[in-house]
């Protein structure tokens, strides 16, 4: 119904527009008494074979929303209502930032895709910290943090440690956000060297919490071999917890949409099916070389129920979809949670 009666409205109006529209819209609909329950009898999906105990956490399914959706966590009662089996808010920041320049959303049609580059617009880490304690849903949260535009990546540190104090105790994991493309200079922190010192660090703190949160990275698709091969000796000799593949890509191989139209549309992180086939191959290569029990949450290009299957075969123990419930809606939790229980 969503991609037959909804969708063809919704993507007459500009993308970024849409997205805050349907934002007013869920935080309404939360008000009417009734409504999470049966939005939730709705798209719910429970199975006992869906259940995964990873990262020390136990998921009711290995579905979630990925980070971008939901920046600022201000609507996780009512995304948790569609069946997510957690959460991840953010890209967040110690200070509030309002990204880049508007117009930094756009469609790729023919493609199923999107563009961003939104540069970790938000309302700081506090303000979502203040959503975060007075929420109910109990599904699993992610703290997806990273550093501010005008921060110089030396001082990067204190960034993402400001992030894991403000959402200590109120997140069930952080991830180290180092990958997008849409912060200055911000992806030059994937390199050897200040890439072992931030996972060192940021691991080093939360390890000093009550409660210790395990930490997470997020990768970029357009990595080398070599370059993934440095990560995966990172992530072991720094203990870090688990990795997340892949965040949007820089490229812009065999697309539908024209050139012209590209240019037009400039820089930004492409999202969506064509970045499938290529996260897919990131997660195989990291299985391999991670080994068999080792945190990895698949995610790119999962527009369908076979795409999320794809990458559990692949080696991903969770996936997370966000481009995918744009284009689909949102019964496409449903559809993935049916189909993985057949594996």
Do not use: W
């Amino acid at each position: 119904m969503y991609k037959f009666l909804f969708r063809p409205f919704l993507f007459l109006i500009d993308a970024e527009r849409v997205h805050h529209l349907v934002f007013k819209l869920l935080a309404l609909s939360g008000k009417i008494p009734g409504t999470k329950s049966l939005l939730g009898s709705i798209f719910r999906y429970k199975h006992t074979t869906l259940e995964r105990e990873i990262l020390g956490l136990r998921f009711e399914n290995p579905v979630g929303l990925a980070a971008g959706f939901d920046k600022d966590a201000k609507l996780i009662d009512e995304l948790s209502a569609f069946g997510f089996g957690f959460i991840e808010i953010g890209t967040l920041t110690p200070k509030a930032q309002p990204g880049n320049d508007k117009p930094r959303l756009f469609r790729l049609k023919p493609d199923q895709a999107l563009i961003n580059r939104m540069g970790f617009n938000n309302g700081g880490v506090s303000a979502a910290a203040e959503r975060l304690r007075k929420r109910n849903s109990k599904v699993i949260v992610g703290g997806n943090i990273g550093k501010n535009k005008v921060t110089p990546n030396d001082q990067a540190f204190s960034d993402y440690t400001a992030c894991v104090d403000a959402l200590d105790g109120l997140v069930d994991y952080f991830v180290v956000n180092v990958s997008s493309p849409n912060t200055p200079g911000l992806r030059e922190l994937q390199e050897k060297e200040p890439l072992r010192k931030l996972l060192a660090d940021v691991k080093a703190l939360t390890l000093t919490k009550k409660n210790p949160k395990p930490v997470l990275l997020k990768i970029a698709p357009d990595l080398t071999t070599s370059q993934l091969d440095d990560i995966v000796d990172i992530l072991q000799e720094t203990k870090t917890d688990g990795v997340i593949a892949t965040n949007t890509t820089i490229s812009r191989d065999r697309l539908k949409t024209s050139k012209e139209e590209l240019d037009k549309i400039g820089n930004g992180g492409l999202s969506g099916k064509p970045l499938k086939d290529r996260s897919t191959e990131v997660i195989k290569y990291l299985r391999e070389k991670l080994g068999p029990t080792y945190p990895i949450i698949g995610v790119g290009g999962i527009m369908a129920a076979e795409d999320a299957v794809e990458k559990i075969k692949a080696g991903a123990d969770l996936v997370q979809i966000y481009t995918g419930f744009i284009y689909e809606g949102p019964a496409i939790v449903k559809k993935i949670n049916k189909a993985l229980i057949k594996l």
